[in-house]
């Protein structure tokens, strides 16, 4: 008879054992899929992300920002009420910038020409290759005071998020390896020669 407790017992044990096991892993709440990124958080991020990855015997002299109060040797926001600035960088038109809400510059202190680069936030209505096919018709076919830069470079980030960069060889060829090194998978819709 106690032999005959005793495997009812362990029996017992065995079944509330795998009655427990079999409910791991399997509970009634559900996993969230994980958040895709559809682009950077700020314009400022993606200049300061590739302002990063130059050693300091790569950087140039550069200036963030609006011209007026411009932040020195690095990136800087661009205050949307001066448009004026950005149509004499950019070569863009009042209406093409009625469409940005957010912008990033960073531009060589000397010359402009040499080296310039803009992150645009577009407003969602906006579609971003539009955009650049309007930016680079304006800035391949604009008027240089100091004559036309040598390559131009215009990548989509997503999210609403573009990247114009322009100016001599020197300066742009490298600052487009560090871009393709801070977001890896972005093709750039433009890269070209547009003066020699």
Do not use: R
């Not at 682009?39 to 920002?65: C, H, Q, T």
């Not at 990136?75 to 038109?93: F, K, R, S, V």
């Not at 036309?148 to 998020?161: C, Q, R, S, T, W």
């Amino acid at each position: 008879m106690k032999k005959l407790i005793s495997l009812l017992l362990v029996f017992a044990m065995a079944v509330s054992v795998m009655a427990g096991c079999a409910g791991e892993g399997s509970t009634n709440e559900t996993t969230e899929p994980a958040e895709t990124v559809t682009g950077p958080a700020s314009a400022l991020e993606v200049l300061e992300n590739i302002w990063a990855l130059y050693g300091d015997d790569e950087k140039f002299p550069v200036m963030g920002g609006n011209p007026e109060g411009g932040v020195m040797d690095v990136p800087a926001n661009w205050d949307l009420t001066y448009a004026e600035g950005m149509i004499n960088y950019l070569q863009l038109t009042a209406e093409d910038l009625a469409n940005v809400d957010e912008a990033s510059s960073m531009i060589h202190m000397m010359n402009s020409n040499i080296f310039t680069a803009y992150v645009l936030h577009l407003n969602d209505s906006t579609k971003a290759a539009d955009f650049a096919a309007t930016a680079k018709d304006a800035i391949v076919n604009g008027q240089w005071l100091c004559g036309a830069p040598e390559k131009l470079v215009i990548a989509d980030l997503g999210g609403n998020y573009l990247l114009i960069a322009l100016g001599g060889n020197d300066a742009v060829a490298p600052f487009e390896t560090k871009l393709a090194e801070a977001y890896p998978g972005i093709t750039p819709l433009y890269s070209e020669a547009i003066a020699g």
